[in-house]
């Protein structure tokens, strides 16, 4: 629990990492979070947002699979191994 707020509160103080140079080069969206320069181009901001949902997607689905990884199947492939092993053992 302590681990999830203290990521919570660093997460709160990351729009104060960037300095005020940094802050004039960057788009409204990304002011104060990030140093160095802007978008260079108009393809910039679209590679983000694609790379960004792409992320989000396996993001969702490995913490599906991890929490409910649905393996109760009886053709899984786990169960040969084990149902090996209780024969074997």
């Excluded at 792409?54 to 084990?82: C, M, Q």
Aim: aromatic share 6%.
């Amino acid at each position: 629990m302590r681990t999830i707020i203290l990521f919570c509160t660093l997460l709160l103080a990351l729009p104060t990492w960037a300095c005020d140079a940094c802050k004039n080069q960057q788009p409204k969206v990304l002011q104060g979070i990030t140093h160095g320069t802007g978008p260079q181009s108009a393809w910039d901001m679209p590679i983000i947002v694609v790379s960004a949902i792409i992320v989000l997607i396996t993001l969702y689905f490995a913490v599906k699979f991890l929490v409910r990884p649905n393996e109760g199947d009886a053709d899984h492939i786990k169960r040969s191994i084990l149902n090996n092993a209780v024969h074997h053992g």
